[in-house]
């Protein structure tokens, strides 16, 4: 099973790296060289959160039987489904991150992590563990199209019945 979102983060994450050396640009013609330094943070923090928006947004996941393989350009990971030790399933509804459709998930790690059910898995992926932290989202089947782009969406039935047949034990937290 391989799972991609939408190949709109990229230029997303294009878009945010290039404001990067803009705003340092621009921030020395309105300040002067004097603030260098502040212009050189600003424009670096713009081209940190675009890596970080491109590593959480633009993998590949491929999984199998055996585990799970997380793809992002040359960088390759294989992690077995013994080694995880979270794989759950967690909705996010009813919180501020409802804005975005896809609340219900799949979230999976090699270590035990706890998240709030306030923050999406999509967020907490991006700003705490983007490159350890995967997750897939169930397809809402929405009369209408969201905001924002497909995040690793698979049909929910179809995605549970080959995680039973691989023997995936997943807790669900959905009702709690």
Request: glycine share 4%.
């Amino acid at each position: 099973m391989i799972i991609k979102s939408s190949k709109a983060y990229w230029g997303i994450s294009g878009v945010i790296f290039c404001f990067g050396p803009i705003l340092f640009v621009l921030f020395l013609l309105e300040f002067g060289f004097d603030y260098w330094i502040w212009a050189l943070i600003i424009g670096s923090l713009f081209v940190i959160q675009a890596v970080l928006v491109c590593v959480t947004y633009c993998r590949t996941l491929i999984m199998d039987k055996n585990g799970c393989t997380v793809e992002f350009l040359r960088y390759k990971k294989t992690y077995k489904w013994s080694e995880l030790e979270t794989k759950r399933i967690v909705d996010s509804s009813g919180s501020w991150s409802e804005q975005m459709a896809y609340t219900t998930c799949f979230v999976f790690c090699k270590k035990k992590r706890k998240i709030s059910r306030w923050l999406h898995p999509a967020l907490y992926s991006l700003y705490f563990h983007p490159l350890s932290f995967m997750f897939v989202c169930f397809d809402p089947h929405l009369d209408f199209k969201p905001v924002h782009e497909e995040i690793y969406l698979v049909e929910e039935d179809e995605f549970l019945k080959k995680m039973a047949e691989w023997g995936v034990e997943i807790i669900d937290e959905r009702n709690r």
